[in-house]
C-alpha cells in the first residue's frame, strides 16, 4: 500500500543518516549482510563503496539488468579501478540484444588517459561475440586512427623542420668544400686533434668514428623518423585495402593491433 511504501521509505532514510553518521559505531561486513537481506539497495551500494568493493557494485547492477546506474558506476570508480569497464564492456556484448548506446558510451569513456585501455583487448572482447555488428565499434577505431594520423602528421611537420633545417646545413657544407675554413678550437684542447667541417673539434683519443659525435646522433635521428613515417603510411594504405575487401571488419582491426601496426600514444613524435 502507499502508507507502507512511504514508511519503507522513512526507514531507508533514517537507516542511511545512521550508516552516514560519524559517531555511529557498527560492523560495516554485519551492516552490509543485513542490507543484502533486506533487500536494502542504497546501503548495500554505499557499504559497497566504503568497502571498496567496486566490482560487487557493478554485479548488482548486472544482475539487476539496471544499466544506467552500471555505467554510471563505471564513470565514478572506472579510474581508481579501470577493470570495472573491462567488466562492463564484456557483460554488454555477451547479452543478446545489441546495446549499441552502452557500448557506445564505455567505448568514449575507455579512451581517457587515465583508464587506458588497449585497444585490442576492447576489440577482442567485442569479436569474440557474432551477436555485435561492426558498426558497434566503427566510431571508436576511427578515432583511434585519427588521433595516429594526428601523431603521423606531427611527425611530418618535424621532418619538414629538420628537412629545411639540413638543407641549410647542406649549404653551409658546400661553402666549407669550397672555402678555407678557419678553426677556433678551445685552448684546453690538447693535440693531436680532429676538426670537423661542422666546426667540432676534438682530441683524436676521444673521438671513436669518423663522426662528429655532437652532429651524428641528430642525423641519424631524422633518418629514422623519416623511415618510420615511410612504413607507417604504406601499413594504412594495406589496412584499409584489407578491411574493404573482408566479410569480418573485426578480424582485421584485431589483428592490425596485435601486429602492434594501429597503436597509439608511443610518445615518438
Request: include cysteine; charge should be negative; charged fraction near 30%.
Amino acid at each position: 500500500t502507499p502508507e507502507q511504501l512511504s514508511e519503507r521509505e522513512a526507514n531507508h532514510t533514517r537507516a542511511m543518516q545512521l550508516l552516514k553518521s560519524q559517531q555511529a559505531v557498527y560492523d560495516v561486513n554485519q551492516a552490509l549482510m543485513a542490507a543484502k537481506t533486506l533487500h536494502f539497495e542504497k546501503g548495500m551500494i554505499y557499504l559497497y563503496e566504503r568497502l571498496r568493493l567496486f566490482g560487487e557494485i557493478l554485479q548488482y547492477y548486472m544482475d539487476t539488468n539496471n544499466h544506467k546506474r552500471l555505467i554510471r558506476a563505471c564513470i565514478k570508480n572506472g579510474a581508481s579501478d579501470p577493470n570495472l569497464w573491462v567488466q562492463a564492456l564484456k557483460y554488454f556484448a555477451e547479452k543478446p540484444e545489441p546495446c549499441e548506446d552502452e557500448i557506445a558510451q564505455i567505448l568514449d569513456h575507455i579512451e581517457d588517459p587515465k583508464i587506458n585501455l588497449a585497444p585490442l583487448m576492447v576489440l577482442q572482447i567485442l569479436s569474440s561475440h557474432a551477436s555485435k555488428p561492426f558498426a558497434v565499434i566503427k566510431d571508436y577505431v576511427i578515432r583511434i586512427l585519427q588521433r595516429e594520423r594526428d601523431l603521423i602528421e606531427e611527425d611530418e611537420k618535424a621532418i619538414a623542420k629538420i628537412q629545411g633545417e639540413t638543407s641549410s646545413m647542406r649549404k653551409e657544407i658546400e661553402e666549407l668544400s669550397t672555402k678555407p675554413t678557419t678553426f677556433m678550437p678551445s685552448r684546453d684542447l690538447m693535440l693531436p686533434a680532429v676538426h670537423f667541417l661542422c666546426k667540432h673539434s676534438y682530441h683524436e683519443q676521444v673521438i671513436g668514428s669518423r663522426e662528429c659525435p655532437k652532429c651524428s646522433p641528430e642525423y641519424r635521428n631524422v633518418m629514422e623518423i623519416k623511415e618510420q613515417v615511410r612504413q607507417s603510411a604504406s601499413q594504412h594504405e594495406q589496412f584499409f585495402k584489407m578491411l574493404e575487401g573482408s566479410n569480418d571488419g573485426f578480424g582485421v582491426v584485431a589483428e592490425y593491433f596485435g601486429r602492434g601496426i594501429l597503436e597509439v600514444g608511443k610518445g615518438d613524435k
